[in-house]
């Protein structure tokens, strides 16, 4: 019988380096090639129509039917001569990846000839028949029609001869039903609230938008073997494996040299990604053998987020070029690191600032002392939405690990500013103000930016960190779409700039000056956000014990985090900013728990076709073979000495029988409970079955699979061991 384990190792060692393209000229020469950006738009476009589009842009006004016109006609003569053939809308549905349906620019003629037509029409907005995407039960009890619609503010470019257009996906009703949509819906809200608040500082502030530098960790495995692993290819992530003799363990391989087959993977992934404008900056290996990260710089977060799915759909399309398979899983492997997404996030200015900045003047320090409590308050006061943000079935494999950011929300700020705010907090208001002559007087610690960086970025077990200039959250997973954390961490802060500028307003009305205003409502958000800071080890029980008395949740699991998005409390905050209505809410909430339940089902029957079909037969076989031999043993020995020189193969024998007949029983009981689960009616229940009644059999199952793994003869394992997956490259 054939094993494919070994063929597929020996196609592994097999592999030669591809030849990387490597472009003759430098990567500024070729950067954003592929990309409709303003200085093509200059070049192609009229100098009405660029203005009147960079209006659009800037400002979200509807753009006229001319001007339209005219964008599309550029769009395609700049497509065209980059060998684009066809166009399509690409959009975020809420299937986690991107779609899109392409169309050719061609129009056919009287003549018989053709010619290639995209009109403003086509550009502004299509009809994808979209019954097939996930809506919630939204579309069915209304409009079985959504519709595209253009999205100026993130650049069209040109993908595999193919002009791709990022555009927003709604319901013909109106609701929602992608990823983009209340994500620009978030940062308008953000924008609106923000601004009231910086006015109170400088009035030449009038725009604020998110920014976001995503650092994208994943592994490689190559791809001989990850065929040879149905659970790799059917749920992203080994469902069984005995861990390696070595793994992480000697702290090997983070920041190694980076391995040949890996650097021409990572160099023509770059070369694609920075002509589509994606400015990817950094890579490097991080801590599990075989996996890597790579980070941009940070850019406007719709754009960011545009970036980071088009980087994952290249991850996947330069991988099959080089033989690998790229796992963005969370958790791929037991027993090692998994896989997040950190998002770096702060908010910038039209004057070019970054509110997370620390400034050089007390006045400029009150307004980031204001900001970050601000943003502090929001955390704490919507933690449970934000684990809500981030919560799958993959992330779960992945939050609360020793390696991982934990279920709890909390946030670090580090030791000096932990004191910087304790000193703020006690003072007493007004004479302890600055002077506006540049000399802070109402802090000890006058130069905050110069202690921040060496002080900051030091615990690396915080969900949600600051790093400097910027927070860091952490628990956002591999795989996810990262406007979701987005969508959600622009609101909350919105909502408390929003209540911030509320609480300036009465003090005024009761006379206080506006610093001072500022001043008291700032050591108020430090004074009640206070138990959302922790800057000791997250991983710890001790945590645990202190978050449950701090009255911060814990939720280990989706079905429970995703609660969040349907309490009352951010139903009303997210209809407040019209980021989402009740309606959308509900919807997603029920995609959610199906796709929860999907993604588990999917694993319960792997879990178990793998165990009847794959493990129990090659255990049998072995255990055949020792079976034999203890025959054979007891021909040739005398009674006495068999008994004695065969106890190891009859334990053997015992031992696999025991871990055989467990893991039947356990397979069939899963089934039993996966039957039950299928016939509940209600999303909610039916998940919390899956997470509670199915799931747990994984684990049972798995650990008698890992013995098995350690007992039976090398030769006949069908499915590529860890030490395979992880270092044969
Ligand atoms: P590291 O976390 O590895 O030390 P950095 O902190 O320099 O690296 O940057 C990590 C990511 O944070 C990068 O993508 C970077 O562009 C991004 N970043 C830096 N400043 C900001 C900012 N103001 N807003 C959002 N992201 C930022
Ligand atoms: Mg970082």
């Not at 995407?133 to 579309?139: D, Q």
Request: aromatic share 10%; charged share 25%; net charge neutral.
């Amino acid at each position: 019988m054939k094993n494919f384990r070994f063929t597929a190792l020996a196609q592994t060692l097999d592999r030669q380096v591809p030849p990387v393209n490597y472009p003759a000229d430098k990567i500024s020469d070729y950067f954003g090639s592929m990309v409709f950006n303003n200085e093509t738009m200059m070049e192609y476009l009229t100098k009405e129509a660029f203005r009147s589009l960079q209006q659009t842009i800037s400002s979200g006004a509807r753009i006229e039917r001319r001007i339209a016109d005219q964008v599309a006609s550029a769009m395609k003569a700049w497509a065209l001569r980059h060998g684009a053939t066809h166009y399509t809308h690409w959009f975020h549905p809420l299937t986690g990846s991107t779609a899109e349906k392409h169309d050719a620019f061609i129009n056919p003629l009287p003549s018989g000839k053709a010619i290639e037509e995209f009109s403003g029409s086509s550009l502004i907005q299509q009809e994808p028949d979209a019954s097939s995407f996930p809506s919630g039960g939204i579309r069915s009890t209304f409009e079985a029609r959504g519709y595209t619609a253009w999205d100026p503010t993130s650049p069209a470019f040109i993908m595999e001869h193919t002009l791709c257009i990022p555009t927003i996906f709604v319901s013909y009703t109106g609701e929602s039903l992608d990823y983009k949509t209340p994500l620009l819906k978030s940062m308008d809200a953000l924008d609106k609230a923000a601004v009231k608040v910086c006015q109170l500082f400088d009035k030449n502030i009038t725009k604020v938008y998110p920014t976001l530098g995503w650092e994208q960790e994943y592994f490689l495995v190559d791809s001989a073997l990850y065929a040879a692993r149905p659970d790799l290819v059917l749920a992203g992530r080994t469902v069984f494996g005995h861990s390696s003799a070595k793994d992480q363990q000697l702290h090997d391989h983070y920041f190694g040299t980076i391995h040949s087959r890996a650097r021409a993977f990572m160099r023509d992934l770059e070369i694609e990604s920075h002509k589509l404008g994606i400015p990817l900056k950094t890579r490097h290996n991080e801590v599990a053998p075989s996996q890597f990260e790579c980070a941009p710089v940070y850019e406007e977060v719709n754009v960011a987020v545009d970036h980071n799915q088009l980087l994952m759909h290249l991850l996947d399309k330069v991988s099959r070029k080089h033989h690998f398979k790229v796992l963005l899983h969370e958790k791929p492997y037991d027993g090692v690191n998994g896989s997040g997404k950190h998002n770096n996030w702060s908010m910038a200015t039209n004057t070019g600032e970054n509110l997370l900045s620390p400034g050089k003047t007390p006045q400029e320090n009150l307004r980031f002392m204001a900001v970050l409590t601000i943003i502090l308050k929001a955390v704490h006061e919507y933690e449970e939405l934000l684990r809500g943000s981030i919560a799958s079935a993959s992330n779960d494999l992945r939050l609360g690990g020793n390696e991982a950011p934990p279920a709890i929300m909390s946030a670090f700020i580090g030791e000096q500013l932990t004191k910087a705010l304790d000193e703020f907090e006690n003072l007493p208001a007004r004479k302890n103000l600055g002077n506006g002559n540049g000399k802070s007087v109402y802090l000890s610690i006058p130069k905050i930016p110069e202690i921040l960086r060496d002080n900051t970025d030091r615990n690396r077990t915080s969900p949600f960190a600051f790093t400097g200039n910027k927070f860091e959250f952490r628990a956002v997973g591999g795989s996810a779409n990262t406007a979701k954390p987005m969508v959600a961490l622009n609101t909350i802060v919105a909502e408390i700039f929003d209540r911030f500028y509320a609480g300036v307003q009465e003090q005024l009305k009761a006379g206080l000056k506006k610093e001072d205003a500022v001043f008291e409502m700032t050591k108020k958000y430090i004074r009640e956000s206070k138990n959302i800071r922790f800057e000791g080890n997250s991983y710890s029980d001790e945590w645990k014990e202190e978050a449950r008395k701090r009255g911060l949740s814990n939720h280990a699991s989706t079905p429970e985090a995703t609660k969040a998005y349907v309490s009352e409390k951010v139903i009303e905050l997210f209809e407040k900013h019209a980021v989402f209505t009740r309606r959308e809410l509900m919807a997603r909430y029920e995609i959610k728990l199906d796709k929860y339940v999907r993604k588990l089902q999917i694993e319960s029957r792997l879990v178990g076709d793998l165990s009847v079909n794959h493990i129990i037969p090659t255990a049998i076989k072995y255990q055949n073979t020792l079976i034999d031999n203890a025959k054979g043993l007891k021909e040739v020995l005398d009674q006495k000495s068999f008994v004695k020189l065969s106890r190891n193969q009859l334990q053997n024998i015992k031992e696999i029988s025991e871990h055989i007949a467990e893991i039947r029983q356990f397979v069939e009981e899963m089934t039993e409970e996966r039957r039950i689960a299928n016939r509940l009616e209600s999303a909610e229940e039916k998940a919390d079955a899956y997470c509670n009644k199915v799931k747990p059999y994984f684990d049972k199952i798995r650990y008698h699979v890992d013995k098995l793994e350690m007992l039976v003869d090398d030769q006949l394992w069908p499915l590529p061991k860890y030490r395979e997956l992880l270092f044969i490259k």
